[in-house]
T-cell receptor
């Protein structure tokens, strides 16, 4: 069973920020929050991950609430190429543990 | 950054044929590799966990005799679909994790997948 809940779909205008929410109310202390995306007919692409602090890289920002029960992935300036399925996954901090994918959020960016 | 290469990208073959898919980590050593399967309009489903030098661990419902996994080196894992039938047609994706000791929270890196079509 997926340990995260995401809206099935979202729309975003090109150039605007895309804010993708994720609920993970049963997350445990040693689980990280990972975000991946999958563009049609490709393998998933790693975006960002974090434990409890907010994180930022060249692709996106990850905001994790203080109680760690939810997070938001922010794409600051969405482009048409950001149209994809976005997966929020919690994963225990143990080497060799696979990512288990839920249904994700289909983000559609339009001009 | 880390790159995982998967080959071939697409295979079309007749029913009863065995098909081998290769997954390579190009610039890092991968103690563990994972194999996923994805049907149209569905999410990725984990099939098995492959550890270098040992037998793979299969998820419930995945036939180990049908989906043979070999992880003979730290940079290569192979998935062989034996006696493939039309219901085995799917998108197969591998992923790899950095070798142990370099951080157990390292992200998985994925290949671009293999589209398998059995006629």
């Amino acid at each position: 069973d997926a340990k995260t809940t995401q809206p099935p779909s979202m729309d975003c205008a090109e150039g605007r920020a895309a804010n993708l929410p994720c609920n993970h109310s049963t997350i445990s202390g040693n689980e990280y929050v990972y975000w991946y995306r999958q563009i049609h007919s490709q393998g998933p692409q790693y975006i960002i991950h974090g434990l409890k602090n907010n994180e930022t890289n060249e692709m996106a920002s990850l905001i994790i609430t203080e109680d760690r029960k939810s997070s938001t992935l922010i794409l600051p300036h969405a482009t048409l190429r950001d149209t994809a399925v976005y997966y929020c996954i919690v994963r225990v901090n143990q080497a060799g543990t696979a990512l288990i994918f839920g249904k994700g959020t289909t983000l559609s960016v339009s001009s | 950054g880390a790159v995982v290469s998967q080959h071939p990208s697409r295979v079309i073959c007749k029913s009863g044929t065995s098909v081998k898919i290769e997954c390579r980590s190009l610039d890092f050593q991968a103690t563990t590799m994972f194999w996923y399967r994805q049907f149209p309009k569905q999410s990725l489903m984990l099939m098995a966990t492959s550890n270098e030098g040992s037998k793979a661990t299969y998820e419930q419902g995945v036939e180990k005799d049908k989906f043979l996994i070999n992880h003979a080196s730290l940079t290569l894992s192979t998935l062989t679909v034996t006696s493939a039938h039309p219901e085995d047609s799917s998108f197969y994706i591998c992923s790899a994790v950095l070798r142990l000791g370099q951080g157990s929270n390292q992200p998985q890196h994925f290949g671009d997948g293999t589209r398998l079509s059995i006629l």
